[in-house]
């Protein structure tokens, strides 16, 4: 058992009007880490909301909200990472597309020497439950492009469920640059391609990636935008080959 001052496990949940999805998916993580033996922690990032998704996060006992101006998601859950006190760091969607049952396979891999477990909706054993066909082939497509530019052998970068060694979290979330302390304001729904340029520092400091298949469902209330959060996707993807030829990433 860890000491209530050292959590084995921290959950980060970046948010952005999410009041009326929030209630749901905490009182379900609430409830899975009442039944587990070690100690843990819950922190809401509120990517700068316009409703109450911070108050009502707050309603929940035991739940840590942190208010940032709206960055993006990429900023909101480098906030959390770095907040976070946990031997070990769940990213998660506000959504809870993924169960979050299925965190059980990640610490599996963590405490068999992974530094970095990225939940994978591709491959033999993961399912796509509710997802319409050309959003299927928009992230085959996007996930191409990755692959040619930033990140080889990597079957699902964009996943919203990924866990991390804190040490891990703590090195790879202060060196990103897009979506660092100088990340912009935004306006409106942002999903953003953070998630490349974590997992290109995470491959080029040798750190141990690992995919695991999950489980996921398709959220009919999905605030993606698929030009506009397409074109941004893009826009990150490129910028971190760019930051890479440019030196950005030097240790």
């Not at 959590?7 to 039944?35: C, K």
């Not at 929940?60 to 760091?89: E, M």
């Not at 439950?129 to 964009?158: L, S």
């Amino acid at each position: 058992m860890v000491s209530p001052e050292t959590p084995l496990l921290s959950i980060v949940i970046p948010a952005y009007n999410e009041e009326g999805r929030l209630p749901t998916t905490l009182s379900r993580i609430m409830d899975y880490l009442e039944r587990q033996r070690y100690v843990s922690e819950v922190l809401v990032v509120d990517d700068g909301s316009s409703d109450e998704t911070a108050a009502t996060a707050a309603l929940h006992p035991g739940v840590t909200v942190l208010r940032r101006d709206h960055r993006g998601k990429g900023f909101a859950v480098r906030a959390g990472a770095l907040a976070a006190r946990g031997s070990y760091i769940l990213l998660c969607d506000a959504d809870l597309a993924v169960p979050i049952e299925e965190w059980e396979k990640m610490y599996a891999h963590l405490i068999s020497g992974s530094d970095l477990v990225i939940g994978s909706r591709e491959g033999l054993g993961a399912t796509r439950q509710g997802e319409p066909w050309y959003r299927h082939v928009m992230g085959r497509v996007f996930n191409m492009i990755i692959g040619v530019v930033a990140i080889r052998g990597i079957k699902d970068t964009q996943c919203g469920f990924k866990a991390l060694r804190r040490t891990t979290a703590q090195d790879l979330f202060r060196r990103v640059r897009i979506y660092g302390d100088n990340a912009p304001i935004l306006h409106g729904a942002a999903v953003t391609a953070y998630d490349v340029e974590l997992l290109f520092l995470a491959r080029r400091s040798g750190y141990r990636i690992v995919e695991v298949p999950v489980l996921w469902n398709y959220g009919a209330e999905t605030k993606v935008n698929p030009v506009r959060d397409s074109l941004r996707n893009l826009r990150d993807v490129l910028t971190v080959r760019l930051n890479d030829l440019r030196g950005r990433y030097q240790s």
